[in-house]
């Protein structure tokens, strides 16, 4: 099946640092990449949608400037936590689509701990 | 986009057959039902996707009725490690924009 590569696995930072979480689609092409956050035992949330050669679209109450994504190729696809704070930290996980069957391959996900 | 409704949880015992049912009353024509199932720590895994009827691969059934507004993820003969939450998406392609929401999911715990 289709492979989706996320890094790093987990990382901690001091607070006011920049972070950048990279995710790969390895054996096929994604136009389209999502990037969720999730909280202990609580459900995925969308935070925006990565197309590439274009800007992301993000969801309500995303801010844009602190959640840098960028889309340069179409295997890859990075979110940038900028100037990170405690209330950051958080499970970030990428997906890609393949296909036009709204079947999404996940990252393995990246844990977020900002001291 | 099509609102889901899980059970919150579900609990099993080993080599039973589990059932998880989906209520998503406002699925679109070109909308495909496709479960994940997520560990703890990890990205969710694709399990099964359906239009309609009846889909089978190696892990896991899914059936469709024919109004489509709900569907049902079988899991044959559980084992411990079948332990995990369980998320039912529907979402079609649209030509671009599109996205897929998480609902609550179905925490499913298989003892012993």
């Known amino acids: 099946g289709a492979v989706v590569s996320q890094h790093p696995s987990w990382v901690i930072c001091k607070s006011g640092t920049s972070v950048k979480i990279e995710c790969r689609s390895l054996d096929f092409q994604a136009t389209t990449m999502f990037w969720y956050r999730q909280f202990p035992k609580q459900s995925l949330m969308l935070m925006a949608t990565?197309?590439?050669?274009?800007?992301?679209?993000?969801e309500q109450g995303v801010e844009k400037d602190k959640f840098l994504i960028n889309h340069a190729s179409l295997t890859l696809s990075t979110l940038t936590v900028t100037s990170a704070h405690p209330e950051d930290s958080s499970f970030y996980i990428c997906?890609?689509?393949?296909?036009?069957?709204?079947?999404?391959?996940f990252g393995s996900g990246t844990q977020l701990s900002v001291l | 986009l099509a609102k889901t409704t899980q059970p919150i949880s579900m609990d099993s015992y080993e080599g039973q057959e589990v059932n998880i049912t989906c209520s998503h009353n406002n699925i679109a024509t070109n909308d495909y039902i496709t479960w994940y199932q997520q560990f703890p720590s990890q990205g969710p895994r694709f399990i099964i996707q359906?239009?309609?009827t009846k889909v089978t691969n190696e892990v896991a059934s899914l059936f469709i009725p024919a109004d489509r507004k709900s569907s049902t993820l079988s899991l044959p003969r559980v084992s411990l490690s079948d332990t995990a939450v369980y998320y039912c998406l529907v979402g079609g392609f649209t030509g671009g924009g599109n996205k897929l929401t998480f609902g609550t999911g179905t925490q499913l715990k298989v003892e012993l």
């Open positions: 997906s890609a689509r393949l296909g036009a069957r709204e079947k999404l391959f």
């Open positions: 359906g239009y309609k």
């Open positions: 990565s197309n590439e050669g274009s800007k992301a679209t993000y």
